[in-house]
């Protein structure tokens, strides 16, 4: 058998997609948000920002080669929203619509969002942030008892300017890993080792970066409900001891939501889905229409690094 790699230029077509498919990064969240004085006349690149409002290259593969370069700008295009430049992947990466939004802003956003060709056309998924309350269960303005059905109305008719959209997915419960790696160590002849560590950390609050070390985004990961790991907490529960009142009070207040306040929130949404629907086609009995949009829930969390 030979050791020896052929050219990789000479390897078909076929492999070599499948070389630059593996080396893509994972597929991220993107969080935006409207602009404070857009209206629905504002241009998409003015009427929305990002969150983290620092420019992004295209990944790195795109500085393989030529042909990896190709690759990556057929698949990621180039998005600038007020001022700032990231590269999208439609159909992997994820729009994150936070909850603090009101219904005017979220519609409004998602109206901008359509007027974007590519994202229109190619977006698989929309994830929308919730907040979570002891007394409230997971919460998110669309349920509000002050909101019209009007609203929920024209929020599926937003939903519906994109054709390939497939999921709307609720992320119910974020989470924060900053990475830092243990710089290298001297050595003393006599055996002895010193080292230190800077805790004392100063963020920026818009571009996250310290400033001693600048943390850099790595990686996004979902933990989609039901959650598998809620199941077998409860029977280590059950058969371990239980701890102290104070530390049991501090679990359940820093919780995150149940499977069971998951279920109430999803089966909340799709009533008040489906009896929009229904009342909007009351009218027209022949006409048979349900939401065909999956509707998820996860828990999101956002890992840095520090080089």
Known sequence: MSTSFPSFVKLPGELRSMVWVYALPEPRVFEVLDTPHSNFKTPASAGLTFANSSNEPPPVLAAVCRESRAYVLHRYKRLTLSGTTKYIDSVRD???????????????????????????????????????????????????????????????????RFPRLKKVLFVVHEEFQCTHPNPPVAEWPYGLQLFHHNYSFKFDNELGISIHNPWHFHQNEFQYYPLQT????????????????????????????????WRRFKRRFLKAAHSTLTKRLRDKPPIVETLSLQVEGASLLWKYRSF
């Open 94 to 160: 994820v729009v994150l619509l936070e909850p603090y939004l009101l219904i005017r802003r979220l519609l409004r956003a998602l109206h901008f969002l359509s007027q974007v060709d590519f994202m229109r056309e190619n977006m698989r998924q929309v994830a929308l942030g919730t907040s979570y309350g002891f007394a409230t269960g997971i919460f998110h303005p669309m349920l509000s008892g002050k909101v019209s059905r009007n609203n929920m109305t024209m929020f599926i008719k937003k939903l519906r």
């Open 230 to 261: 809620e199941e077998a907490d409860e029977d280590e529960d059950d058969l371990g001891e239980s701890g102290t009142e104070d530390e049991e009070e501090a679990a359940e207040l820093n919780r995150k939501p149940t499977n069971e306040d």
